[in-house]
């Protein structure tokens, strides 16, 4: 297999895998690295990615990992890179999304690029440069109560400018609908008057393969998983990709299973009480956990008295829920305490014997993957937009295998649960 062609940072574990689920329904055998490898260590896949937990952490910590994880794909001999960020554009007013882009774009000596975290399949749409989840705007959509990163103002080029030295400007629908050669001289005209960022309107996945085509040329593009929609075609028609069939198979990995959640957002509350309605489940309750109880042993026995069948454990609360516990624990100590218990169950019941884990959260997952030390995957077929089936690759053959799905707190269909057991179940 030749060198990969994109090299793609993502600020978030699910995040990651939600932009190699894209470019796998693309034909693009695609791996993603659990952080960023050690130097020296080459990896053979069309598209590499390096997911990082750094959506955040610090700016500044978020510029320096992001650069660390640049200089191993550049060594990869990577043409093109992708900044990828969550749908929702989750951020504060202090960055990270804009430091890191502002980074990138130095160290590639580039002086534009794009930002469109734009996903229409799950209901992302940006028109105007006002973001929509589903037919409400950003800060009507639940994200405004996001315990790490509230979204309050639902127009991109105000949250994005408030975040960088760099000029802000847009790229609106009108010009997206006439096509790349447009959207082409949209930029060049933006790039005359000084803009080095521009958000990208988007409301169809029409629109994202346009954009697709006309950032063919650019070296890093910045967004969310559908902005790689167009990517692909732009490497066969320069005859350096062919479409692999099988590029998300997988073999079948034997074991039982378990569902962990620690999301509070409106998609994972929705898919906890559908499990709960039927089967078992555990809550991990941040307050018992900050007296010191022994809620990880309690967790623990709760899945061994269930003995092969599988159970729900979940710190996952309404968001007045959160905001209580957060109240009095401290938004960071309620955060850290709930990934490291879930950290810890997840660790315990790998080592007796569980090899299929569904994760719901992309704090969650981070705290997951790192406790059950998966160093990179291998993507496999989608188990709901922006959600595939994943296995863990090993430093060494004697490594045995995990299957994970690792979901976005705000994707999937109340019954993620149930069809992505099946999917890891059935994967082949």
């Given at each position: 297999m030749a060198q990969a062609l994109l090299g793609c940072i993502a600020d978030d574990f699910t995040g990651a895998t939600d932009l190699a689920n894209m470019l796998v329904r693309?034909?693009?055998?695609?791996?993603?690295?659990?952080?960023?490898?050690?130097a020296g260590t080459k990896i053979e896949a069309d598209a590499l990615i390096v997911a990082l937990k750094s959506r955040t952490i610090p700016a500044e910590d978020a510029v320096r990992q992001s650069l660390e994880a640049l200089e191993w794909l550049r060594a990869q001999g990577c043409r093109q890179f992708?900044?990828?960020?969550?749908?929702?554009?989750?951020?504060?007013?202090?960055?990270?999304?804009?430091?890191?882009?502002?980074?990138?774009?130095?160290?590639?000596?580039?002086?534009?690029?794009?930002?469109?975290?734009?996903?229409?399949?799950?209901?992302r749409t940006i028109f105007r440069g006002n973001l929509f989840v589903g037919d409400v705007l950003l800060n009507e959509s639940?994200?405004?109560?996001?315990?790490?990163?509230?979204?309050?103002?639902?127009?991109?080029?105000?949250?994005?400018?408030?975040?960088?030295?760099?000029?802000?400007?847009?790229?609106?629908?009108?010009?997206?609908?006439?096509g790349a050669d447009a959207v082409r001289a949209r930029i060049a005209e933006l790039k005359k008057d000084g803009v080095r960022l521009a958000i990208a309107d988007a409301i169809?996945?029409?629109?994202?393969?346009?954009?697709?085509?006309?950032?063919?040329?650019?070296?890093?593009?910045?967004?969310?998983?559908?902005?790689?929609?167009?990517?692909?075609?732009?490497?066969?028609?320069?005859?350096?990709?062919?479409?692999?069939?099988?590029?998300?198979?997988?073999?079948?990995?034997e074991g039982r299973s378990v569902v962990l959640a620690g999301s509070a957002s409106k998609a994972t509350n929705a898919q906890v009480a559908e499990w709960r309605a039927s089967k078992p489940s555990f809550r991990v309750d941040?307050?018992?956990?900050?007296?010191?109880?022994?809620?990880?042993?309690?967790?623990?026995?709760?899945?061994r008295s269930h003995g092969d069948e599988t159970v729900l454990i979940?710190?996952?609360?309404?968001?007045?829920?959160?905001?209580?516990?957060?109240?009095?624990?401290?938004v960071e100590k309620a955060g850290q305490l709930v990934e490291d218990a879930l950290a810890a169950?997840?660790?315990?019941?790998?080592?007796?014997?569980?090899?299929?884990?569904v994760v719901a959260g992309g704090e969650t997952s981070g705290?997951?993957?790192?406790?059950?030390?998966?160093?990179?995957?291998?993507?496999?077929?989608?188990?709901?937009?922006?959600?595939?089936?994943?296995?863990?690759?090993?430093?060494n053959a004697d490594d045995a295998p995990l299957a994970l799905a690792l979901k976005s707190g705000n994707f999937g269909t109340p019954d993620f649960f149930a069809k992505a057991l099946k999917a890891l179940d059935g994967v082949a």
């Open positions: 693309g034909g693009m055998r695609t791996v993603q690295s659990i952080g960023v490898p050690a992708i900044f990828k960020y969550c749908s929702t554009f989750d951020s504060t007013d202090k960055g990270n999304i804009g430091p890191v882009a502002d980074a990138l774009l130095e160290a590639l000596n580039d002086d534009f690029t794009i930002a469109c975290p734009a996903f229409p399949e799950n209901g639940g994200m405004e109560n996001h315990p790490l990163t509230p979204m309050t103002d639902p127009n991109l080029v105000r949250v994005l400018q408030r975040q960088t030295k760099s000029k802000v400007g847009l790229i609106r629908y009108d010009t997206v609908m006439k169809s996945d029409a629109d994202l393969f346009v954009l697709g085509d006309a950032l063919g040329d650019l070296k890093l593009i910045t967004g969310g998983s559908g902005i790689a929609l167009g990517l692909p075609e732009n490497y066969r028609a320069a005859n350096l990709l062919a479409h692999a069939e099988d590029a998300g198979e997988l073999p079948k990995i941040p307050l018992a956990l900050s007296r010191g109880e022994a809620v990880v042993d309690q967790a623990l026995e709760f899945a979940y710190a996952t609360s309404s968001p007045d829920d959160v905001k209580a516990v957060q109240k009095e624990l401290g169950i997840a660790r315990q019941l790998r080592d007796a014997g569980v090899r299929k884990f705290a997951v993957v790192q406790a059950l030390d998966v160093r990179s995957l291998r993507i496999g077929p989608q188990i709901d937009p922006g959600v595939p089936a994943t296995q863990s690759i090993g430093a």
